[in-house]
């Protein structure tokens, strides 16, 4: 039988295999959400360091977020990841070390926005219907309403096809955990509708929503 070890390079060189984009660093990050439960929490580990950092600047700038919501969106013969006890904290560190904080400009082509549609329509069924509002996931479905990501999925996450879910984002996100992304790269919604029940709501997402100069028409940048 085969070791991890051995299983885990096996991915490594089938990734390594695809377009040049697609380098043998970033192997390491597309095997993530098709890897065994226990093999996950191994891969996971390093990927959480701070020498992370260094492998992360040579892949496309917008791997480690696919591959992060993807893997909160794929339920495994074990289920979900972020429901394991033992690989919860190695997602948490995996997202602070290279998604909070971090500039969102990485979002053109055709192909990326209509991936992102399809993975934001994903976790917000999961937060829905399956995550009992789970934080870490909640943190992952605010992060597709910032204003570079597609219109639709900024829409979904406003509450245009459910407006409950704007109440259980409000509930739900962490106040004290980072945002993804930074706050400058997020804005109010345009829809005064939507913009007048986020200002009700007067919690996390208000105070995300509305930072100092968003939506303020008397605002000036200095």
Same mark, same amino acid.
């Given at each position: 039988?085969?070791?991890?070890?051995?299983?885990?390079?096996?991915?490594?060189?089938?990734?390594?295999?695809?377009?040049?984009?697609?380098?043998?660093?970033?192997?390491?990050?597309?095997?993530?959400?098709?890897?065994?439960?226990?093999?996950?929490?191994?891969?996971?580990?390093?990927?959480?360091?701070?020498?992370?950092?260094?492998?992360?600047?040579?892949?496309?700038?917008?791997? /480690?977020?696919?591959?992060?919501?993807?893997?909160?969106?794929?339920? +495994?013969?074990?289920?979900?990841?972020?429901?394991? /006890?033992?690989?919860?904290?190695?997602?948490?560190?995996?997202?602070?070390?290279?998604?909070?904080?971090?500039?969102?400009?990485?979002?053109? +082509?055709?192909?990326?926005?209509?991936?992102?549609? +399809?993975?934001?329509?994903?976790?917000?069924?999961?937060?829905?219907?399956?995550?009992?509002?789970?934080?870490?996931?909640?943190?992952?479905?605010?992060?597709?309403? %910032?204003?570079?990501?597609?219109?639709?999925?900024?829409?979904?996450?406003?509450?245009?096809?459910?407006?409950?879910?704007?109440?259980?984002?409000?509930?739900?996100?962490?106040?004290?955990?980072?945002?993804?992304?930074?706050?400058?790269?997020?804005?109010?919604?345009?829809?005064?509708?939507?913009? %007048?029940?986020? %200002?009700?709501?007067?919690?996390?997402?208000? +105070?995300?929503?509305?930072?100092?100069?968003i939506g303020d028409p008397d605002w000036k940048e200095p």
């Amino acid at each position: 039988m085969l070791g991890v070890d051995c299983v885990v390079f096996a991915l490594f060189f089938w990734c390594a295999l695809g377009p040049p984009v697609l380098s043998f660093a970033s192997s390491a990050f597309w095997a993530l959400p098709h890897l065994p439960l226990h093999v996950l929490r191994k891969m996971l580990a390093p990927l959480g360091r701070p020498e992370a950092e260094q492998l992360a600047r040579a892949v496309p700038p917008w791997l /480690p977020f696919l591959t992060f919501a993807n893997l909160m969106a794929t339920c +495994g013969e074990e289920g979900y990841a972020w429901r394991d /006890p033992e690989a919860r904290p190695l997602l948490e560190t995996f997202c602070q070390r290279h998604l909070q904080g971090r500039e969102l400009s990485f979002i053109d +082509g055709e192909w990326l926005p209509e991936i992102l549609r +399809g993975l934001c329509d994903r976790v917000a069924k999961i937060f829905l219907e399956e995550s009992f509002m789970d934080g870490l996931l909640a943190s992952l479905l605010w992060a597709f309403s %910032a204003k570079a990501m597609p219109q639709e999925c900024q829409k979904v996450v406003w509450g245009a096809e459910d407006p409950a879910l704007l109440r259980l984002l409000d509930r739900a996100l962490p106040s004290s955990q980072p945002l993804f992304w930074r706050l400058e790269d997020y804005a109010a919604p345009e829809d005064p509708l939507v913009l %007048a029940e986020s %200002a009700e709501l007067g919690g996390v997402i208000c +105070g995300m929503a509305f930072p100092p100069g968003i939506g303020d028409p008397d605002w000036k940048e200095p």
